[in-house]
């Protein structure tokens, strides 16, 4: 305050320099400029540019120029898309500017002048007249009749009232507050009026600036798909390498040779590295934008694509979004004895239309010739609208006589109209109705004056009561259907705005939402609080730009995937901060434009409903394509690898590799991102860390993966039969994996398509070509096939593909049939479909399924690891086998206990039975430690004797197969368990990760042993095995007996409670003896409240019913007793030290 209390005659000169020396120009934060090789020197530094740079020298030194040059141009268009997002945040910021005024009318020295608004320093008096934007934020020091637009900042159609302070600023070294309507912001206009400022903040410390700072210094992070696929590579990757160095090895030491052991190596890095992955994810994403464009949505991001249909809630701006962001007069309420042209034409007398207010045009356009001032001889006087008077008054003679017309606030019209009480109260109540449907109302009163009775003034009584005008800002066409559909797809709408809480619920409620509304203020103040945020309100009035800014962050925390949509510069963080923003195409500014993620070029929020569909429709069919890619990719890898392993002749050479991906590249680039959408929009998992596939897809793809691969395998093996030969069995092989191709292809797209069709034919027929023309096979190392063996590998490879499918479909609608669907359930929890407590509480979600599905998990990986033993004899499957049947025992087990755990509390057990599950962890820790003493027993002679173990390729073949499936399994269980608090499903699921962790660790002893022919590894891995077991056996029966004796309950969640307290706290609210426990699924919580004893029973009731909600909204499947008592009993304080 201190620097704003300058003389009237302005600042001086030197004032001046040392000013901007210490606040600098009046500029807003600017981004710096990048030249295009900093901005290829930011690019460049994405690894998965990096990853695709590095693959094209490898095709390259490879000799394979035409995979090179692929790659080379599909680093173009990412290269491309990364310098953008650079480059978008400086073009954002550059538009923001073009807003703030050029010049400015400034007092200095005592002389008026027009200097660049940029020299502007605080403590500057500048005059601002009607029309013109305020250069920076400044304290109104004089001026009547002030209105603003600040549209810009609150998204707020109407205008807003601005008035002087009642004296200037006071010169001090402390800080006061001083209201709103006394400031005039930058980026704002002024409507009416003339206004003189002492500016206060300029440049980055104005409201304006804040807003392009938090533009420009929001991240771009990578997308959660973008980051899977990236993880997915390296992984893929890493793993290609080790298995060429591996294979390398053996080759050598089978004595093969050097250049057998290189193009070993080399044949399965082509095969082996996932360079189709990020191709196929930039092709799409193009193939994306593409369809939402011609859906009237512009994607101005890639990745947009990909967020826009996982998106679950939407936060919109209302004015210019949900409504068409122009006032329109909706309704006239007469007087009795008035008709509505008589009220159009005194309201039409009150309204000038030189002032700007879009109340005033909208009035005028409606009364039209109906307007008293189109006959009145002269104005006699005008009394603008100000804050304290809240009305404009117009006095005009017509005729001969005086007349007063005035409209304003209904409540202070209507005191001044010649009303009974009882009409009084029923024109309020009308206000009330009109507002609460969201309408903005003005009263209108008049009076006939003779000249004798008027001498001047304004008449304050005794008027005549016109009626009621009401204003709306009219919803957009097509925005309730949107809604709807919206809200059936499980996609939650926010309307976000800075209007008044009763005009945002109004118009709330008219596009079908509940209305249920949470002012922006009390949202920041929660949020700071540490309270969760409520999850039943859907509107948040009175909103400035950085609450706006913390519901999106809120909601992202929450796990949402947030959409903004907005138009103009107020929404420029929101639409930074947000997953997905959304502008306006034809009503919005630039700064949202350039800032957003997609741009709707009709306006319509009905395309964004059309944009989320393709979205998903686009997700899915970027699946399929992936699943494609793994289903063949995981069979041509691994046998790749394991044959040549194995001694026998090298099955796939580098010319077949090339042939394979000539077919595999363009069925995943072309048949599936031409796929449909089909059926209604529908509701989608809530997930932050996206995922290609869930636990029951990845099983699928595991298990058809295997099934390709034993058949290429055996077709391999069939024809080196004694009589058969390297070139037979090389053709069978491929043809196999050909077949397979097409089968997969064809089950995938359902041959929806041309190209589905095109591709199944291409896929058969090179085949067909290739290997039966006899020259042709000859060159490339085959021999033609007879009949039989086409058959065996077109049927064999449909069977592998189409089979599992069938058989899974057919379970799931089995399993729906007879009261439910365990895929179902196993979707939601695995990829966070369903919340915490819905999970844990909700009868018709048992946690049963998913001990069933443990159990035949189990079976499976029995008979799968038995098999591997039967074949190689080795002790350290017959372990992994073991701890299988641990496995199997332990989900019986944890069947049973769920069983129980889930039926309801009953006279003899009133807290429920949620303590059986701790039985059920310690029981299966107790089998753990048997099974840990069988393997060290089973050995311990092997150590001392080893023995030469048989068919180990075969062997771990098998075990990977079982791993998998074990892995896919466990997921699903920690990750329910964690959602539901089940211990039982939690110990289940961590048993099985130890399998995992075992079966690695068997897999690299056999491994060892092939490479070195140290067949002790065998029996040592298995005690070490064994080790890894009683570890986790000793770790699940301690938890057990921890629950059992009364564990508390996890310290995030009772940090939870007392944030939740401590709001109650500052209330004057205290409490002891908290005390909370876990009980299997339930929490159990008891706590004492001291009130004020004048409290009544009521009010205590209600007080002690807010609390328990509370806490139940940040604790899951609570069971909460409390007890009430008086704060000034000293009594109650007796156990305060439990707190």
Same mark, same amino acid.
């Given at each position: ?43 460049? %530094? ?8 590095? /693959? ?19 680093? &173009?268009?990412?290269?491309?898309? *990364? ?6 945040? +400086? ?17 200095? *020295? ?38 603003? !637009? ?28 001083? *209201? ?64 060429? &160095? ?26 082996? &590295? ?19 464009? +011609? ?227 009390? =949202? ?23 609450? %706006? ?17 907005? *138009? ?53 069919? =970027? ?93 391999? !093996? ?123 509480? @909700? ?53 049973? /206990? ?21 039985? @059920? ?27 030469? =173990? ?25 990750? /329910? ?12 699921? %961590? ?81 002891? !003896? &908290? ?65």
């Amino acid at each position: 305050m201190k620097d704003l209390a300058v003389d009237p005659r302005g600042l001086s000169a030197s004032d001046v320099v040392e000013r901007r020396a210490r606040y600098g120009r009046n500029d807003i934060l600017e981004v710096a400029g990048s030249p295009w090789l900093e901005l290829a020197r930011d690019t460049l %530094k994405d690894p998965m540019i990096w990853f695709l740079i590095g /693959v094209g020298l490898i095709y390259a030194v490879l000799g394979n120029y035409a995979e090179a040059v692929t790659l080379a141009v599909a680093i &173009l268009p990412l290269i491309g898309m *990364d310098a953008y997002l650079h480059r978008r945040t +400086r073009v954002s910021t550059e538009g923001l500017g073009r807003r703030l005024a050029q010049t400015a009318r400034v007092v200095r *020295d005592g002389v008026l002048s027009e200097v660049s608004a940029a020299e502007l320093v605080p403590g500057d008096r500048v005059l601002v007249e009607t029309g013109e934007s305020f250069p920076a934020d400044g304290l109104i020091v004089s001026g009547e009749g002030l209105q603003a !637009d600040e549209s810009p900042l609150t998204g707020e159609a109407y205008p807003v009232p601005k008035k002087a302070l009642a004296s200037g600023p006071a010169a001090s070294d402390e800080s006061v507050w001083i *209201d709103g309507d006394h400031w005039g912001f930058a980026g704002t206009r002024l409507l009416t009026g003339q206004a003189e400022l002492t500016m206060a903040y300029t440049g980055r410390q104005t409201l304006y600036g804040e807003i392009v700072r938090t533009a420009a210094a929001g991240g771009h992070e990578r997308t959660p798909l973008q980051t899977a696929i990236s993880n997915l590579v390296v992984l893929l990757t890493a793993a290609a390498c080790v298995l060429c &160095l591996i294979l390398a090895g053996v080759r050598l030491r089978q004595g093969h040779g050097w250049v057998d052991a290189l193009v070993s190596a080399a044949t399965l890095a082509v095969a082996a &590295l996932p360079e189709e992955f990020p191709v196929v994810f930039t092709m799409f994403l193009g193939v994306g934008a593409y369809r939402l464009a +011609r859906r009237k949505a512009l994607v101005r991001r890639g990745v947009s694509v990909e967020n826009i249909g996982r998106v679950t809630c939407i936060c919109s701006d209302k004015t210019g979004t949900i409504t068409e962001g122009r006032l329109r007069l909706e309704h006239l309420a007469p007087a009795a004895g008035f008709g509505e042209d008589e009220l159009l034409r005194w309201a039409g007398l009150a309204s000038r239309g030189e002032s700007g207010d879009p109340m005033d045009t909208a009035i005028l356009e409606r009364a039209g010739k109906h307007a008293v001032s189109a006959v009145a001889d002269s104005v006699l006087e005008t009394y603008p609208y100000t804050e304290q008077r809240r009305r404009e008054t117009v006095v005009v003679r017509i005729g001969g006589r005086i007349c007063v017309a005035s409209k304003g606030a209904p409540e202070v019209l209507l005191p001044m109209a010649n009303l009974g009480e009882t009409e009084r109260l029923e024109w309020a109540a009308e206000v009330e109705r009109l507002a609460a449907e969201g309408h903005k109302v003005l009263a209108c009163v008049y009076w006939h004056l003779d000249d004798a009775a008027w001498s001047g003034g304004e008449p304050d009584r005794g008027g005549l009561f016109a009626g009621l005008l009401a204003f709306e800002d009219p919803i957009r066409d097509g925005v309730i259907e949107a809604v709807r559909e919206c809200r059936a797809a499980g996609i939650r709408v926010v309307m976000v705005t800075g209007d008044h809480p009763m005009t945002a619920a109004g118009v709330a409620r008219q596009i079908g939402m509940k209305g249920d509304m949470l002012p922006g203020d009390e =949202l920041v103040s929660r949020l700071d609080g540490g309270a969760a945020l409520r999850a039943d309100f859907d509107v948040v009035a009175r909103a400035m730009p950085a609450q %706006k800014l913390a519901l999106v962050r809120a909601l992202k925390a929450q796990g949402e995937i947030v959409a903004v949509t907005g *138009d103009g510069v107020n929404d420029v963080p929101a639409l930074q901060a947000s997953d997905i923003g959304i502008a306006m195409g034809e009503r919005g500014t630039r700064s949202a434009r350039e800032i957003a993620s997609i741009v709707l070029l009709d306006d319509n929020f009905n395309t964004i409903v059309r944009a989320i569909a393709e979205g998903r429709q686009l997700f899915r069919n =970027l699946r399929l394509s992936f699943q494609y890619l793994l289903l063949i990719h995981i069979p041509l890898v691994i046998t790749a690898t394991f044959i040549p392993l194995s001694g026998h002749p090298i099955l796939y050479l580098p010319v077949h590799i090339v042939w394979l991906e000539t077919l595999i590249h363009p069925t995943a680039l072309l048949v599936f991102q031409e796929l449909p959408a089909r059926g209604p929009l529908r509701p989608v998992p809530k997930r932050r860390a996206a995922r290609f596939f869930s636990g029951g897809e990845w099983f699928l793809i595991a298990v058809i993966g295997a099934l390709i691969t034993a058949l290429v395998l055996w077709a391999y !093996d069939r024809s080196l039969l004694p009589g058969g030969n390297v070139e037979h069995a090389r053709a069978m092989a491929m043809v196999a994996l050909t077949c397979a191709s097409a089968a997969a292809t064809a089950v995938l797209s359902r041959l929806r398509t041309k190209s589905a069709w095109l591709m199944v034919a291409v896929t058969v027929g090179s085949s067909l070509a290739l290997v039966q023309t006899p020259w042709l096979a000859a060159r490339l190392s085959l021999q033609p096939l007879h009949g039989d063996d086409w058959l065996i590998a077109m049927f064999g490879g449909l069977l592998s593909v189409a089979g599992p499918i069938i058989l899974y479909d057919a379970g799931r609608r089995l399993v729906r049939a007879l009261g439910g669907s365990v895929v179902s359930y196993l979707r939601r929890a695995a990829e966070g479909g369903r919340s915490e407590a819905a999970l844990s509480r @909700s009868p018709d979600a048992p946690l049963t399924r998913y001990a069933w599905l443990s159990i035949f998990a189990a079976l499976g990986t029995i008979a799968l690891k038995t098999t591997a033993y039967l074949v190689t004899g080795s002790v350290a499957l017959l372990s992994d086998a073991a701890e299988s049947l641990v496995n199997l025992l332990g989900a019986g087990a944890a069947l049973i /206990v769920l069983t129980l755990a889930a039926r309801p509390a009953d006279k003899n057990h009133p807290f429920g039975h949620g303590q059986a599950e701790y039985f @059920s962890s310690g029981f299966e820790g107790a089998l753990i430690l048997v099974a840990a003493a069988g393997i060290v027993w089973a050995a311990w002679d092997r150590l001392i004797h080893p023995q030469a =173990l048989e068919a180990l390729n075969l062997g771990m073949l098998v075990s990977v197969a079982a791993a998998l499936v074990n892995l896919a399994v466990a997921r699903v269980l920690l990750r /329910v368990g964690r959602r539901s608090g089940s211990i039982a499903l939690e110990a289940d699921g %961590k048993h099985l990760m130890t399998d995992v962790w075992t079966t690695a660790a068997v897999l690299a002893g056999l491994g060892g042993i092939a490479l070195t022919g140290w067949q002790w590894l065998d029996p040592a891995i298995a005690i070490l095995a064994a080790v890894n077991i009683v570890v986790a056996g000793t770790r699940l029966i301690l938890r057990s007996l921890s629950g059992l004796l009364g564990a508390a309950i996890p310290s995030e969640e009772r940090h939870r409670v007392e944030r939740v307290l401590d709001d109650y706290r500052r209330q004057g609210i205290r409490f002891h !003896d &908290l005390r909370a426990r876990v009980s299997g699924t339930q929490r159990l919580i008891t706590l004492h409240v001291l009130v004020p004893g004048a409290m009544t029973v009521r009010e205590g009731h209600e007080l002690l019913e807010r609390i328990e909600s509370d806490i139940r909204g940040v604790v899951p499947n609570l069971l909460i007793v409390t007890h009430i008592e008086p704060l000034e009993d000293m009594s109650s304080f007796r156990h305060e030290t439990l707190q």
